[in-house]
């Protein structure tokens, strides 16, 4: 742990301090040499099979209020970006580290446990007490279940999960590290909702905040831009594409933009709230384009993100092949 001494001396004089001084100053999550140990063996089954590997983060991170935790601030994410996504990687040969806030959506099971339908409501019970899938879900379902046994059968997809934001930056940290060593045929797949203010272990309160006090006031500290170790040193050579959500449209590219030139990393997809289902735009050092879907697409139930795959799947190959993006 810092002393007090060193915390003067870590921040930026504005009360931001760098990604090593987080991680002195924050405990590790309990699980970290489990998610470390599952991440380097799937890592290892791959490199030696030459399979691409994209770690995909979804999701959003909490800010717990109490260290023992009854509130906290979330993010918003329900993963319908990163599940979908994983589905479209796994179509595709890449094995995929699928790193999610727990209870979000996941890969194959999103299309029944966070429906409007209850998970019983898919079944029916036969008149000899068996119990059988609602013949009416049958097909759908018997093709979802045969995509996810293959990816559970050949290694092919690894579930890792997070709560905090705490949690999220230590596992995010281990797995990008343990990745490395793929080298280029490594994909970094940010589309978690992370947040960007957080409470200091050692400015929490210890135990259930009390109401009989009035009203609450916050004061929450800058989380450290993570992005920049991330793509100079834990995944130098692996190809970086980072998510920017905004509510306003004349932010989204100059925010893109500012994000390419601080960290250096290649790819950013920007979405809007309101149409990030049916629209997204790449943007690269001197690039920018749009991806849409059209009515007919829609009208098809075509998900977004088997376009956003097929792009950077393009980016992918010219990148291992040459380390860049250029003649994709
Ligand atoms: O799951 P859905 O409901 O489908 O929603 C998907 C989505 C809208 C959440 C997703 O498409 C998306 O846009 N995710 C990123 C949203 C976001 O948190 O953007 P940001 O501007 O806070 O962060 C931009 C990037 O910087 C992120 O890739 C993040 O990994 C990174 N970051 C953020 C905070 C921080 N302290 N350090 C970072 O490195």
């Given amino acids: 742990m810092a002393t007090m001494h060193d915390n003067q001396l870590l921040d930026n004089g504005q009360g931001v301090i760098d990604p090593d001084t987080y991680f002195l100053r ?4 309990s699980n970290l040499a489990e998610f470390e140990a599952k991440t380097s063996e799937f890592v290892q089954y791959h490199k030696e099979r030459n399979t691409p590997v994209v770690l995909i983060t979804s999701g959003g ?6 260290n023992q935790t009854v509130r906290f601030i979330d993010n918003f994410s329900a993963g319908t970006r990163g599940s979908v996504s994983a ?5 595709n040969g890449y094995a995929v580290i699928f790193m999610h806030r727990q209870f979000s959506l996941q890969p194959y099971s999103r299309h029944y446990t966070h429906s409007t ?3 019983l409501d898919y079944m029916t019970l036969t008149e000899d007490g068996k119990i059988e899938v609602d013949a009416k879900y049958a097909a759908a379902m018997a093709t979802t279940l045969a995509k996810y046994q293959k990816a ?3 290694n092919m997809l690894l579930l890792q999960d997070f709560v905090t934001l705490s ?5 995010l940290k281990s797995g990008t590290r343990i990745m490395a060593t793929l080298g280029r045929s490594a994909m970094y797949y940010l589309a978690a909702a992370v947040s960007d203010f957080f409470i200091p272990t050692e400015k929490m309160a210890e135990h259930k905040i009390q109401s009989r006090d009035g009203a609450l006031t916050l004061t929450l500290d800058q989380v450290p831009k993570f992005l920049k170790p991330l793509v100079s040193v834990w995944a130098s050579n692996g190809l970086i594409v980072s998510f920017k959500l905004e509510t306003d449209e004349k932010l989204l590219v100059p925010k893109a933009r500012q994000a390419l030139e601080k960290y250096g990393h290649q790819i950013v997809v920007g979405n809007m709230l309101t149409t990030r289902k049916k629209t997204v735009t790449f943007i690269t050092q001197d690039s920018e384009r749009i991806v849409s879907l059209s009515q007919e697409e829609l009208d098809n139930d075509v ?5 956003i ?3 950077l799947l393009k980016y992918h190959r010219a990148w291992i092949s040459h380390g860049t993006l250029e003649g994709q």
Avoid: A
């Fill in 26 to 29: 924050n405990n590790p999550p």
């Fill in 61 to 66: 991170t909490i800010v717990p209020l109490e």
């Fill in 87 to 91: 589905e479209k990687f796994l179509e």
């Fill in 117 to 119: 339908n209850c998970f």
């Fill in 152 to 154: 559970r059968s050949n």
């Fill in 167 to 171: 949690d999220y930056l230590f596992k």
């Fill in 303 to 307: 998900e977004i993100e088997s376009k």
């Fill in 309 to 311: 795959i097929s792009e």
